[in-house]
């Protein structure tokens, strides 16, 4: 069989200061076909995804069509999205005839017009590979489902964990999804029941874990092909943001031929219980001051401070300095922070050079949320002409030149491209050990405790203020589908369902 594959993937923060263009492709990951870059795209698909591997294996002839992802930021421009449609299209028209196609999207695509890119995406790959052709998509499960992308896909489905540590088992189960499909050995029908709520939910801690559980055990069942807890991204501004269930079972089985009575009950169940452990589940930010008074504690090992509003992962820049601020007015000491954007300091620091003192204004350089910048004299650390660090799934990351800088006792790493922080590489790279330190902040969410819950003595959650909000009651949303938890008390009703 010949099998087409394709990713375009951006989480696009409807409040990020932070323009998102080609260019913002260019710089992360934007590998065309039409430009004879198809190996490379291989090679990425590869390590992330392994369809490649899978169709050699599987003696499937494959086809790569344009790979784009970039840092979540601001909706990109709608005629730059187009330019990426027409890629897909031509490379999708030029593999003809196919039997299965399998995209990776993230879910939460915007434009400054467009609220479902995703639904544009796999709406014009069915007009192209017609009704019959299996079209199957792997999501974030930080995803928002749409009718267009329910009507359009033969199968949707997301990563189960947060932190997102099994993309590549995904895309295993799509493939074979998608393999089945287009053999005629199951029939998918998909059911989807909206949750309305906001949040993250971190998938290592009970009941979250629990509910995850849960639908494993679900996926036993033959006739149930899979079940995906869609989390939704609280920060883009759309009808369809929101929390979901999706269900996929095999048509053919079970209830019979086109009865989705089977999907319907069971999404409709986890949605209610879902719905049930929302606050228990969502993530509770503590404010900077109770932050640093925890971990100035002596808690007998590592501290970690997760700064989950200025978590470039969700869109945000990266360079707040509340709590680089408040820790050296704490006079912490055996303390570090990473990695904050800043690509002046680190040239500054670069040329400078290792054991040099400089006069630096670290970071509070992109949003009125950053904070103002740190005035310091820094002694330069380490310095790296070219950083590369690991993200999902073991990708690396050029992020350019880096450098760590002593501030009274705090060492910060500062880079010149935004990252969130996945692992402890950032840390190691600028010969930080973390291991070593009594208290560290990472800018990111959730995905750092896949690198950091083996060496951490205690983990919290810290919301200064910043782009991603976890107030949400302070957002500006206009175009967000209400009633919705925690902006509107329950219960309520929406979608002629009652939510207690």
């Not at 993309?167 to 393999?179: I, K, S």
């Not at 319907?264 to 949605?271: M, R």
Request: with cysteine.
């Amino acid at each position: 069989m010949k099998v087409f594959s394709a990713a375009i993937a951006h989480e696009s923060n409807s409040f990020s200061p932070l323009k998102t263009d080609l260019q913002s492709f260019s710089k992360d990951l934007l590998l065309l076909p039409s430009r004879g870059q198809q190996a490379e795209a291989q090679e990425v698909i590869n390590r992330e995804l392994s369809f490649a591997d899978l169709c050699a294996d599987r003696g499937h002839q494959y086809v790569q069509g344009p790979v784009a992802m970039c840092e979540p930021s601001a909706p990109m421009a709608n005629e730059d999205f187009e330019f990426l449609l027409r890629e897909l299209e031509m490379s999708l028209t030029a593999a003809l005839p196919v039997d299965f196609v399998l995209l990776f999207l993230h879910g939460a695509q915007m434009t400054t017009t467009n609220f479902d890119c995703e639904g544009e995406i796999v709406g014009r790959v069915r007009r192209i590979v017609g009704p019959a052709v299996p079209l199957c998509v792997e999501l974030d499960l930080h995803a928002s489902i749409t009718p267009a992308m329910l009507e359009a896909a033969s199968v949707l489905l997301a990563c189960k964990e947060y932190p997102h540590t099994d993309f590549g088992l995904r895309a295993v189960e799509l493939f074979d999804l998608a393999e089945q499909s287009a053999l005629g050995t199951i029939s998918p029908q998909m059911s989807w029941q909206p949750v309305p709520m906001l949040g993250l939910f971190g998938t290592r801690q009970a009941p979250m874990r629990r509910l995850l559980d849960r639908s494993r055990q679900l996926e036993q069942r033959p006739e149930v092909l899979n079940v995906s807890l869609i989390h939704g991204f609280p920060w883009g501004d759309s009808p369809y943001t929101g929390a979901g269930v999706l269900v996929t079972v095999d048509a053919g089985r079970g209830d019979g031929p086109g009865d989705n009575g089977l999907g319907s009950n069971i999404a409709t169940d986890l949605a209610a219980e879902f719905f049930s452990c929302r606050a228990e589940i969502a993530t509770v930010g503590l404010s900077v001051d109770e932050a640093i008074g925890h971990a100035m504690r002596d808690h007998g090992g590592l501290t970690v401070i997760a700064d989950v509003t200025d978590n470039s992962g969700g869109g945000a820049p990266s360079d707040s300095t509340h709590l680089l601020s408040a820790l050296i007015k704490a006079g912490a000491k055996n303390a570090a922070v990473g990695m904050i954007w800043d690509p002046q300091s680190v040239l500054r620091a670069l040329e400078a050079g290792v054991g040099a003192t400089v006069r630096l204004e670290v970071g509070g350089k992109a949003s009125p949320f950053s904070g103002p910048p740190v005035a310091c004299v820094a002694t330069v650390t380490c310095v790296q002409e070219s950083l590369h660090l690991r993200g999902l799934g073991g990708m690396m990351h050029r992020l350019g030149p880096g450098a760590a800088i002593d501030v009274a006792g705090v060492k910060v790493v500062l880079s010149s491209e935004r990252l969130q922080v996945y692992t402890t590489d950032c840390f190691t790279a600028l010969d930080i050990d973390p291991t070593q330190c009594a208290k560290l902040v990472v800018k990111s969410a959730e995905h750092f405790r896949a690198g950091f819950d083996d060496i951490a003595t205690s983990i919290v959650y810290c919301a200064p203020p910043g782009v991603m909000s976890m107030d949400f009651s302070t957002l500006p949303y206009r175009r967000l589908q209400r009633p919705i938890w925690p902006l509107d008390s329950v219960p309520f009703t929406r979608d002629g369902k009652e939510w207690t």
